[in-house]
């Protein structure tokens, strides 16, 4: 099993560009996260998932979309891309209680 | 929402000797508590968890504390050895699914 994937694992964007991570993950888990992490900050939740069709706003959303069409897809999405926004992202899931399984993460530069 | 703080932010140890990292929630209604383990450019992975009816959890050389009371829970790593050098973060949440985690601690183990 691959556990939880993510695309791309490094991007570098432009101030105003826009993109798109996919996570993609076969253990048939229900909740779906994506946060992401700063120098001294912890993981950050940017938005998460309970189910296929459903999202929700976490600590930091402004700046992001997600979605979640498919219940081993979670997509998250920035419009237009800031400096501030400059992070590792990582998604993970669960099966709801208990421990959270991390995708490989992914490094994105906004100049 | 819970608001969770951990220190120290560093922690250099000798080889064998005992590491601790303390970690504080401000929730009152949390009940379950992580730990993640990051090793430099890995995923973080759970590497032991504590419930809110239970005190205290060893696993081999780790073990997690909880003080309710007090809104605390700490982390002790002892007899440490080369391997044990990663940045450990601590969490809490109140649904079981939607942890807070603290901003980390990056422990050093000299040889």
């Known amino acids: 099993n691959a556990g939880v994937t993510q695309t791309p694992k490094f991007r570098v964007l432009k101030t105003g560009q826009s993109m798109t991570l996919l996570c993609a993950q076969d253990m048939n888990h229900e909740y779906m996260y994506w946060y992401r992490q700063d120098p001294g900050m912890g993981l950050r939740l940017i938005h998460y998932s309970v189910g296929e069709g459903t999202t929700a706003k976490g600590e930091v959303p402004d700046g992001y979309n997600v979605s979640r069409l498919k219940k081993q897809n979670f997509l998250l999405g920035l419009e237009s891309a800031a400096p501030s926004q400059t992070s590792v992202y990582f998604c993970a899931s669960s099966q709801g209680p208990g421990e959270l399984f991390f995708g490989e993460g992914s490094r994105l530069t906004v100049l | 929402g819970e608001n969770v703080e951990q220190h120290p932010s560093t922690l250099s140890v000798q080889e064998g000797d005992s590491a601790v990292i303390k970690c504080t929630y401000s929730?009152?209604?949390?009940?379950?508590f992580p730990w993640y383990k990051q090793e430099l450019g890995k995923r973080p992975q759970l590497i032991i968890d504590i419930r809110s009816n239970v005190g205290e959890k060893k696993d081999q050389r780790i073990a997690v504390t909880l003080n309710k009371t007090a809104k605390h829970f700490s982390l002790h790593i002892t007899e440490t050895q080369p391997e044990d050098s990663a940045v450990y973060f601590c969490a809490a949440t109140v649904n079981d699914y939607k942890l807070s985690f603290g901003a980390g601690t990056t422990v050093t183990v000299r040889a």
């Open positions: 929730d009152s209604a949390s009940n379950y």
